[in-house]
């Protein structure tokens, strides 16, 4: 099975630098955590610069960005991604860096093969890493009984379900089952695939509304189009709260989560929300 390729080096160092961290961490978990925090404080969960990718080509064949054009977006336009792509470019700087692992395809309910995650053998045992969801810890599989993890927003359960199945629970939160993991390894060439097929105007995932989410100053921020009025909301101690967009929504979108303007607004305008 071809292995996903590790990122350029050059490039992988101009990430680290990004993220304010050192050249060459460790390859221990203590540093994939930190690499987690790093990630999901600076890069966001976005749908935006897909929705504008999607609009701009003729074919599904051309919309992705795999690893390096995804960082190199990341850098100059503070872009992100959804689940395919944001996994694919965090394994490949972990493989860079030196973890082993691979990724996975996984089910969302009743939803099958809609999310992706990453699997990293750490001392001989498998640790479950999400930047797509994404999950705000590391999450270790279970050998027999469920294993509970604390992070700063959730606490996390991971529970055999059947062979090679795990569900995944994230409380407090509206919907606490997140997905069931499937740990079977995805080939680079079927993920890239799957990656593609995504892009489908069929069904393809979140190209008819524009989410966005991120860490900033230690709480969790989110938009969603589909929730007129425009608002951003903000979770603190669990709780929601709603900030109304007034005026110029694409502009308070990108300062508030040094996205793009440009992509922000032109996914408005490809969704007739400009």
């Known amino acids: ?25 460790q390859a221990t978990e203590s540093a994939l955590r930190r690499l987690l925090d790093r990630y999901t404080r600076i890069v966001p969960w976005e749908s935006a610069s897909r929705i504008v990718r999607r609009a701009k080509h ?20 503070g872009t992100g991604g959804t689940c395919y792509e944001s996994n694919y470019a965090f394994f490949s700087l972990l493989r ?20 992706s995650a990453i699997i990293i053998w750490l001392e001989g045992r498998k640790r479950l890493v999400d930047v797509g969801y994404p999950l705000h ?11 509970a993890v604390e992070s700063p927003f959730f606490r996390y359960q991971v529970a055999i379900a059947e062979a090679n199945r795990y569900t995944i629970w994230h409380r407090p939160h509206p919907q606490e089952l997140a997905f069931t ?24 995932q979140f190209l008819n509304e524009i989410v966005i989410h991120k860490v900033i100053d230690d709480q969790l921020w989110r938009f ?20 109304h967009l007034d005026g110029d929504v694409a502009g308070e979108l990108a300062a508030t989560f040094d996205l793009d303007r440009v992509i922000v607004a032109g996914a408005l305008g490809a969704l007739g929300l400009m």
């Open 1 to 25: 099975m071809t292995a996903t390729p590790p990122l350029d080096g050059a490039l992988a160092a101009r990430v680290l630098q990004h993220f304010g961290l050192p050249e060459r961490p």
């Open 58 to 77: 003729e074919s599904q064949d051309d919309c992705p960005v795999f690893a390096e054009a995804f960082w190199e977006s990341a850098l100059e336009r």
């Open 96 to 115: 860079r860096l030196g973890y082993d692992g691979y990724l996975t395809i996984n089910d969302m309910g009743t939803a099958i093969g809609c999310h």
């Open 137 to 147: 810890a590391v999450l270790p599989l279970p050998e027999r009984e469920t294993v």
């Open 181 to 204: 993991l499937v740990d079977e390894p995805v080939s680079d060439a079927d993920y890239r695939a799957i990656t593609v097929h995504d892009y489908r105007h069929d069904g393809g």
């Open 224 to 243: 969603n189009s589909d929730d007129p009025p425009p608002h951003l909301q903000v979770f603190v101690d669990g709780q929601r709260q709603n900030y």
